[in-house]
């Protein structure tokens, strides 16, 4: 039987219940969104403190596009600015940023300032924090499909040697290794699209609370967890 007595690898994080959080407070869903910029402080913080390597935080999906314009300017302008001002502190924590996603689509200014902190932690050593951003796990497939495509189309590739490890490199970060532990907040039970294909294994636990509300402490309770965990892969241990 295996248990985890060691701390996930890489985290990833379904941050839900922004909107609810404040609607419930009287306040507007971008009073929401805010503050769940907070809360990825603290949950990035505790990670580094507990010791995992990689953070993937689904911060915009394909389906987020959807939302009504101010909402989603409101979002783009909210990432904008915590990438200015949380700059330096990346830089203390040795953050390295990452994305995945259809970054193409975001506005120039944001996709300016994203470029800037990715080349500016491109050295850094500690954890990295991926933000996934216009992302969805069925488009990652789509644009991977079409990378494998074009090569097969070019000659350089036969379709009979498509395998697991020929998708997994035509995916947005090939060498992220897939989440061990899936965080989601606000109770619902789904995966929304997010990374379709690397959580084929990964440990799930749901929190019961809003994503505004999300605390260091909840990222140990999740690691404890996780590390009761039996993970067999399918196997019979
Ligand atoms: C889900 O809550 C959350 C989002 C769609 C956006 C996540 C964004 C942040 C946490 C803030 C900015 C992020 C960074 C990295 C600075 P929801 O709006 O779907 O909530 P609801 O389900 O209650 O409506």
């Known amino acids: 039987m295996s248990t985890s007595p060691s701390p996930p690898k890489h985290i990833a994080i379904i941050m839900d219940g922004n909107g609810r959080w404040a609607e419930q407070r009287g306040l507007p869903r971008t009073a929401g969104h805010k503050s769940g ?21 689904y911060a915009f999906s394909s389906e987020n596009w959807n939302r009504p314009k101010t909402e989603i300017s409101a979002l783009m302008g909210l990432l904008g600015l915590f990438l200015k001002k ?8 040795n953050i390295r940023l990452r994305t995945i996603g259809r970054t193409d689509e975001l506005p120039s200014t944001v996709r300016k300032e994203l470029l800037a902190a990715i080349e500016n932690t491109r050295e850094n050593t500690g954890i990295t924090m991926t933000l996934a951003l216009s ?3 069925r488009e990652e497939m789509v644009d991977a499909m079409q ?10 590739l036969a379709a009979a040697d498509i395998s ?6 035509n995916l947005y970060a090939p060498d992220i290794p897939d989440p061990d532990l899936l965080i ?19 440990e799930m636990i749901l929190v019961d609370k809003y994503w505004p509300e999300f605390k260091e402490e909840d990222i140990h309770k999740a ?8 993970r067999r892969f399918g196997a019979v241990q």
């Open 37 to 57: 910029a907070d809360a990825v402080e603290r949950a990035v913080d505790a990670c580094i403190e507990v010791g995992v390597e990689y953070i993937t935080l």
């Open 86 to 93: 949380k700059f330096k502190q990346m830089q203390n924590r």
């Open 184 to 202: 989601r907040t606000s109770g619902e039970i789904r995966l929304s699209n997010f990374l379709l294909w690397q959580l084929s294994y990964t």
């Open 135 to 137: 992302y969805g796990g």
């Open 223 to 230: 690691v404890e967890v996780f590390q009761q965990r039996h």
């Open 164 to 169: 697991n490890e020929t998708i997994q490199a």
């Open 147 to 156: 990378k494998i495509a074009k090569q097969v189309e070019a000659g350089s």
